[in-house]
């Protein structure tokens, strides 16, 4: 039985594991069968079934619960997805375009990024050296001459003499074929046995490889082999966004992800050009704007000139972020031609480490269509690990304090078993923090533990005695959920040594920004840019001055305030709810006035922050808030939030700040703190 984060009862079963290869039945769908899941009768286990549809506009799918087919012991799913069709073969065309469809998903494979027009590859197997290029020729190589109507792609060097046999002349056909990318480069020189050499180059996946190099593999008779592992052989699929720099220091820019909506960059042009660009990291863009291509790709750029504000593909997520010289960066390509550069457009977004968190910033456009952008956040921070008692841990890189002391006993069973853990107290089962119970037997799985790890950006609470170690990891997620991760492999749980648990909470999440915070209006000549980001806190929050003879609060009333994203924990603001965007102090209770639920919007003179949901205020009222972010000549700070009005449950304030100037008005603009001139 568990618990969810509503209180409401949800009885767990276990619907099998995966015995046997997937089978293909007569009507031409794949089938994965999973048995050995938990008793549903007498002597009897559950077995289910995935049966995958073919449907090649499908994408990934996802699967569908078939009560009708089903029964206690039977549980039938089906999954329609492109990945279920047949596996096709595709070739390229051979007139500059170094390119191939992957015939199921539809993604364009484009490898011309690897075509080097100065030089050449060099690769060396043993004594030998061989010169090639991809999808171009290797002149200046000196490679044998082929006469008129050939030029060599690839070519073997024998030292100092003079004959260099060319082992393969120019093609930029690529073939996919069982999901693997090849280039075959024919028409080299004739052996005396009269065959002609003949290069093939298998291109690999390997995301943490942006375009990289090839290596020798094998020669067959006249037939020479390379191996080219590069990203630009993926498919577009989420990345890993962990990764580790020289001297294995970590970087994690997971808080960068966003799992719904987008970041847009702020645009500083002031030519008049008015595109927008939309981004995400390590993902593709979740809910797009409407303009923009309905596929996975990584950042969208809309151009609000033309009169349909069409929307171009910028880029695809290939590869995974990199590291040089402590500088984080990530790499989206293969987006629509450019026809100016005549190749495909592509995205740099480069991270720069900083105490505060900013917006991606777009710098400028290359003659080659490559759009580069900079962002400072403190995701690009080198990850250090902490440890603390008192069941809390900071953050070093954001100055936020997780804590779990106020998170309460939690309950997963695992067939007829139960796990009860408690974060740093006693379990509801004796006087440890984590125990197991199957029928009338309990054990012990870890001794209470006040001790918060911060590993790598993961949370984590380690419980063990003498003979068991049992680790909790808490993971970012709005629901409560405790799951039991470890795969027993069939032994009794009571036998297991080791016990891992995932446990979703908001409680693990760092305050990231509920939503969009930068404001577009569209002028005749050109869009003002406004950035709210820069009343966003990240390890503190405002507190609003209270004009207490016209609302009658007392000035001992306290009101935090955060922008675009929850109230931050502590210096004051302990107890608040954690979905508060205001949160008001009235003696020993928190009351959570609204957090913001649309992004900032013009009306009149002023911009409108709302935030709405509240607690309960009267009947099925709830408490709401307003706020009016005004401009002044003389303003140049910040400036505070005031609270001027309250009309029942909403509550009304005003605000002065030049961030309700545009930034891009002018060359000389201020973000986040730091000054770009």
Request: charged content about 20%.
């Amino acid at each position: 039985m568990r618990v969810d984060s509503k209180g409401v009862e949800r009885f767990m079963q276990d619907l099998g594991s995966v015995s046997e290869a997937p089978t293909i039945e007569s009507n031409g769908d794949l089938v994965i069968v999973y048995k050995n899941g938990g008793f549903c009768g007498k002597n009897k286990k559950i077995t289910s079934k995935i049966r995958f549809i073919c449907k090649s506009s499908g994408g990934a799918g996802s699967p569908e619960f078939d009560k009708t087919a089903s029964d206690a012991c039977n549980f039938i799913f089906t999954w329609e997805t492109s990945y279920a069709c047949p596996v096709g073969d595709s070739k390229g065309g051979n007139k500059g375009t170094c390119m191939v469809q992957d015939p199921v998903s539809q993604y364009v494979f484009n490898l011309s990024p690897l075509r080097r027009s100065t030089g050449f590859y060099h690769v060396k197997s043993g004594a030998d050296t061989y010169v090639l290029n991809i999808c171009g020729n290797v002149s200046g190589s000196g490679c044998n001459d082929l006469g008129p109507g050939y030029a060599a792609a690839a070519c073997k060097l024998n030292g100092k003499s003079k004959q260099n046999p060319v082992i393969g002349s120019v093609s930029q056909q690529l073939t996919y074929s069982m999901g693997q990318i090849t280039l075959k480069y024919s028409n080299g020189e004739r052996q005396g046995d009269g065959y002609e050499y003949q290069t093939v180059i298998t291109f690999l996946c390997s995301k943490n490889i942006v375009l990289g190099t090839p290596s020798f593999d094998q020669q067959a008779k006249h037939i020479f082999y390379f191996k080219f592992e590069t990203s630009l052989a993926c498919t577009p699929e989420p990345v890993q966004c962990r990764i580790a720099g020289p001297g294995n220091v970590m970087y994690n820019l997971e808080p960068l992800t966003k799992k719904k909506g987008y970041w847009t960059a702020l645009n500083r042009e002031i030519s008049g050009q008015k595109h927008h660009y939309f981004i995400n990291v390590c993902q593709a863009l979740i809910e797009s704007p409407p303009a923009c291509p309905k596929n996975a790709i990584a950042a969208c750029q809309v151009d609000y000139n033309a009169k349909s504000q069409k929307g171009h593909n910028i880029g695809y997520i290939t590869s995974n972020p990199q590291v040089k010289d402590k500088t984080l960066s990530i790499h989206y390509r293969n987006g629509e031609y450019c026809h100016h550069a005549k190749q495909n457009r592509s995205v740099q977004i480069f991270f720069h480490c900083s105490s505060e968190e900013g917006s991606p910033v777009f710098q400028t456009e290359t003659k080659e269509c490559s759009y580069i952008f900079n962002w400072l956040t403190p995701a690009a921070c080198p990850v250090s690990n902490s440890k603390h008692g008192d069941c809390k841990v900071e953050h070093p890189a954001y100055n936020h304090v997780f804590d779990l002391s106020k998170m309460s006993n939690r309950e997963v069973s695992v067939n007829s078993a139960k796990f009860i853990i408690s974060t740093c107290g006693k379990a509801k089962c004796g006087d440890y923090g984590a125990c197991l119970q199957s029928g009338t037997k309990s054990k012990n799985i870890g001794n209470v533990n006040s001790v918060v790890q911060l590993i790598d950006g993961d949370i984590f609470i380690d419980y063990s005695n003498d003979k068991v170690k049992t680790r909790v990891r808490f993971v970012c997620d709005k629901t409560e959920d405790l799951s039991f991760i470890t795969n027993p492999n069939g032994k009794d749980l009571m036998q297991l040594e080791r016990y891992d648990f995932e446990w979703k909470t908001p409680v693990a999440c760092l305050p990231n920004y509920k939503v969009e915070c930068s404001l577009f209006l569209n002028g005749k000549n050109e869009d003002e840019l406004y950035d709210f980001s820069v009343l966003s806190k990240w390890n503190n929050n405002w507190r609003a001055h209270i004009d207490t003879d016209r609302v009658g609060y007392p000035a001992s009333r306290k009101i935090f305030i955060n922008v675009c994203r929850n109230i931050v924990k502590g210096n004051g603001a302990e107890g608040c709810h954690h979905e508060s965007g205001i949160c008001m102090i009235r003696g020993s209770t928190r009351l959570n006035l609204g957090s913001m639920t649309r992004s900032p919007y013009k009306d009149g003179d002023a911009f409108i922050l709302e935030y709405a949901d509240g607690d309960i205020c009267k009947g099925d009222v709830r408490y709401s808030a307003k706020i009016k972010v005004i401009s002044k000549d003389n303003e140049v700070g910040l400036g505070e939030p005031v609270l001027t009005e309250v009309e029942g449950c909403r509550h009304i304030f005003t605000w002065a700040t030049s961030a309700a100037k545009p930034i891009n008005k002018s060359k000389k603009t201020v973000w986040n703190g730091l000054q770009s001139c």
